[in-house]
């Protein structure tokens, strides 16, 4: 059995480990650099001079592991959501400007006087906010409040983007606060390295709590997402040589925390291999009845591709269920 507070800390003290507390669309984002300093260290929590993420509730908490496809054929994506039952996971849901009075909840006791703002949008699982002690944009704030933030001719949001306040995303789980600047005109175009955020209108007018490619069941919803190292690319997504050891560990969380028909799916394709049976010989993998067994069929081909080599057999496999984009090693006979 896997301890879930036992592994949420062992994974804040992993600077390779990511987190975000977002929806599809509005989400902070919180990341460490090797041996960057902790300001704040308490249990289930972590601030540096960037950015801070708190896990304030555990009490029914559902985890829920999971792996999805990558564009890159050499990769595939992972994380651990940590979900609710929907009606316990729903945020305010505020719709316009609201102030909210000093953020008494701040994780560092310096932010605790400023003046926090819900962004008011209106996200199923969130509450994205602002939060400032800056006369200026306090006032213009406050002038400002009670309309939406994404009105045509709404004088908040730009002074929002040139003051760059912190950003701060709360949960029924807990909160993501980011102190770095706005990624924009000031940023030279991107987000900074780091902790970050993304407020993406287009994105939110889905409407949804979490991309559709996360497998979260229907009577769940994320209040916050772990991000463990991934053993195919560093934190700034550089390729890097493939980890074992960073593979084993979250297999172990997938087999305990993820979808029973994604696990067994792998595992169908891996024992077929193991075999050296094609996938011709194998037409109950060819025959993946939903979209979950479909991912797991081609990342269980990749997979075994880092992490065993690119034989003709492997490429065999990759041709039939996953577009044939990994092709034979030419040092690798295959069987």
């Not at 729903?90 to 102030?99: F, I, N, Q």
């Not at 008494?104 to 008011?120: C, H, K, S, V, Y």
């Not at 706005?182 to 940023?187: K, N, V």
Request: aromatic share 4%; charged share 25%.
């Amino acid at each position: 059995m896997v301890d879930l507070r036992g592994e949420l800390e062992s994974h804040l003290q992993d600077w390779q480990a990511g987190w975000s507390v977002g929806s599809f669309g509005a989400i902070a984002e919180f990341h460490q650099d090797a041996d960057e300093a902790a300001l704040v260290e308490a249990p289930l929590t972590r601030a540096t001079a960037r950015g801070a993420i708190r896990i304030e509730r555990l009490d029914g908490v559902v985890p829920v592991a999971w792996e999805a496809l990558s564009k890159n054929p050499a990769r595939w994506q992972q994380g651990v959501a940590l979900c609710l039952p929907v009606d316990e996971a729903r945020a305010s849901g505020r719709r316009v400007l609201t102030e909210c009075g000093p953020d008494a909840g701040a994780i560092r006791p310096e932010d605790r006087t400023a003046i926090l703002f819900d962004m008011g949008l209106a996200q199923a699982n969130i509450d994205f906010c602002i939060r400032t002690d800056d006369p200026a944009l306090l006032a213009c704030l406050r002038a400002e409040a009670g309309r939406s933030l994404l009105e045509p001719g709404n004088p908040a949001m730009g002074a929002i983007l040139k003051a760059h306040p912190h950003r701060v995303s709360l949960s029924a789980i807990g909160r993501c606060e980011v102190y770095q600047k706005i990624g924009g005109s000031d940023t030279g175009g991107v987000s900074p390295a780091g902790p970050h955020t993304h407020v993406l209108p287009k994105l939110m007018a889905a409407g949804r709590s979490h991309s559709a490619n996360t497998p979260i069941p229907e009577a769940l919803m994320p209040g916050m997402m772990l991000h463990p190292a991934n053993p195919t690319m560093g934190t700034l997504g550089e390729d890097r040589a493939f980890d074992d050891a960073l593979f084993a560990r979250f297999q172990r969380l997938l087999e305990a925390w993820g979808a029973p028909e994604y696990v067994a799916a792998k595992g169908r394709v891996w024992a077929a291999m193991d075999a050296d049976r094609l996938p011709e010989a194998c037409p109950e993998t060819d025959q993946a009845s939903s979209r979950v067994e479909r991912t797991a069929l081609r990342n269980a081909i990749r997979q075994r591709a880092r992490g065993h080599g690119v034989s003709a057999l492997v490429a065999a496999w990759s041709a039939a269920l996953d577009r044939g984009a990994i092709t034979a090693d030419e040092d690798m006979p295959g069987h």
